[in-house]
């Protein structure tokens, strides 16, 4: 058994205590973060004169090679050592010598691992925003495909008022897009570096906080060493905000396997993104938005298994942060797949325009309209409410629909009635004449698809910005 600790101890650690207690099984996966913090760790202990120009030369060196034969797949990682970061160092030594013993100065695997953590998560969040900016460019496209695509909006799972798919898509557009600004909000609020902060009391020796804080991309060095080790907020904060993100994708997933159903048909799901059945030679089942729905609750598992975790540990670091890492690399990773495909299946889906406009024209999704025709003659609204209430009804008996009676049988309601009425409850007019900010009305749409590429635009621009300069 591997391990940086055994000095202080007269007999070996209990086998299956000691595999119990290891993380290499999966902190493996902070491998080149571990790299990276170390050379910058190493360079500033060099620039400090606490290591000789030799022996900061060699650890790079040394470190830079095993990052090199990790990212060419020739790099064995074994379980015999206790977690990544006594991996990264007995080989290292076994490559250097003696230099490589002096790596660890100043510094702790509290500080250590408190770093890796935020590098690593500090890259997901820039992937997680990059996926989202890919969905809402997807989104927009839509959204301009269809400002003409009517289709029933709903309240209660009933039909309520015609909206426009261009404008049901946007209100998905909207979440997203504060999904984005969390992730950015996140970032701002983690960059800070921990390195430095030794186990919980900092170092005697004379670090450069700052200037390793610089070498690596952060805002500055975090300002107490004890909340620095035990800080595991930016975890919660990114499960938090990645829960809301498959809340949201949960939802729009809901939305599509009821729009896929026989009932509805208002979409269909291309074969790539669908399954059949083993008995049911004609099932062409809605697989991926499923699973997407499903997966949500698995990264709500995660947050509320951390908060469960950190909710009654004293400072600064204890054994129990170690859970954060598995939960949260299973969050991330099944957000990356769920928001990689959900926007796979959404690019090649295709709607059903007529069905949807047929639906919603036989649901009385005019009724509002037809009262507020009324209140334009002159009628108060609460008896125009009433008058169209009573119309329904009577539509219903029926098998109508309002704008399908005559205009006698429309007087018979209501002598305020005239012709102009079938224009009034058309579904283009019923639309198109909501142009207030927010509303369905095509020329509102277009402004707010306006609203929404310049920010896309800009969005864009940071993130081509961002990858210039190799974050």
């Known amino acids: 058994m591997a391990q940086l600790w055994g000095g202080r101890f007269a007999e070996e650690t209990d086998a299956f205590a000691y595999q119990f207690q290891a993380s290499i099984s999966f902190d493996r996966r902070l491998l080149l973060q571990d790299i990276e913090g170390s050379i910058a760790h190493a360079v500033m202990l060099g620039r400090q004169h606490i290591l000789s120009e030799e022996e900061k030369d060699e650890i790079v060196k040394g470190l830079a090679g095993i990052r090199e034969d990790a990212e060419k797949g020739t790099l064995q ?29 100043g510094r702790s695997r509290n500080d250590q691992v408190a770093l890796d953590m935020k590098l690593y998560v500090r890259a997901e969040i820039a992937r997680t925003e990059s996926l989202l900016i890919n969905l809402l460019r997807t989104l927009l496209t839509m959204m301009e495909e269809h400002l003409d695509t009517y289709m029933p909006g709903f309240t209660h799972l009933q039909k309520a008022q015609p909206v426009t798919l261009a404008h049901h898509l946007g209100a998905y557009f909207e979440m997203f897009r504060r999904d984005l600004l969390r992730m950015k909000d996140i970032y701002r609020r983690m960059n800070y570096c921990p390195l430095g902060s030794g186990a919980l009391a900092g170092t005697t020796y004379p670090l450069d906080r700052g200037y390793t804080s610089a070498l690596l991309g952060f805002e500055g060095p975090t300002l107490n060493s004890m909340d620095a080790v035990s800080d595991r907020d930016y975890l919660i904060e990114y499960l938090s905000a990645a829960a809301i993100v498959m809340m949201h994708l949960s939802r729009f997933s809901e939305e599509i396997i009821i729009w896929n159903s026989n009932e509805y048909q208002f979409v269909e799901i291309a074969d790539a993104y669908s399954t059949g059945s083993s008995i049911m030679p004609q099932k062409k089942n809605p697989d991926i938005a499923e699973l997407v729905r ?19 540990i004293p400072l600064a670091y204890n054994k129990d942060m170690q859970e954060d890492k598995e939960l949260t690399f299973d969050a991330i990773d099944t957000l990356r797949g769920c928001l990689t495909l959900f926007c796979g299946m959404l690019k090649t889906m295709r709607f059903r325009r007529d069905v949807m406009e047929a639906s919603a024209a036989n649901g009385f999704t005019n009724a509002t309209d037809a009262a507020d025709y009324l209140v334009g003659k002159g009628v108060p609204f609460r008896d125009a409410h009433s008058i169209i209430g009573r119309l329904v009804l009577y539509c219903i008996d029926k098998g109508s629909c309002i704008d399908a009676l005559s205009l006698e049988e429309l007087k018979e309601i209501s002598p305020v009635f005239e012709e102009d009425i079938y224009d009034a409850v058309s579904l283009k007019t019923c639309v198109e004449k909501r142009l207030t900010i927010g509303a369905p009305g095509q020329e509102a749409m277009k402004r707010v698809i306006q609203i929404n590429k310049k920010f896309l635009q800009e969005e864009l621009q940071k993130e081509k910005e961002r990858i210039s300069r190799g974050e």
């Open 77 to 105: 990682i074994t379980d015999e050592y206790e977690d990544i970061h006594s991996f990264v160092e007995a080989v290292l030594i076994s490559r250097i010598g003696d230099a490589g013993k002096k790596l660890h100065t």
């Open 294 to 312: 499903g997966k949500t609750g698995r990264v709500y598992g995660a947050l509320m298994s951390l908060l469960t975790t950190m909710k009654g």
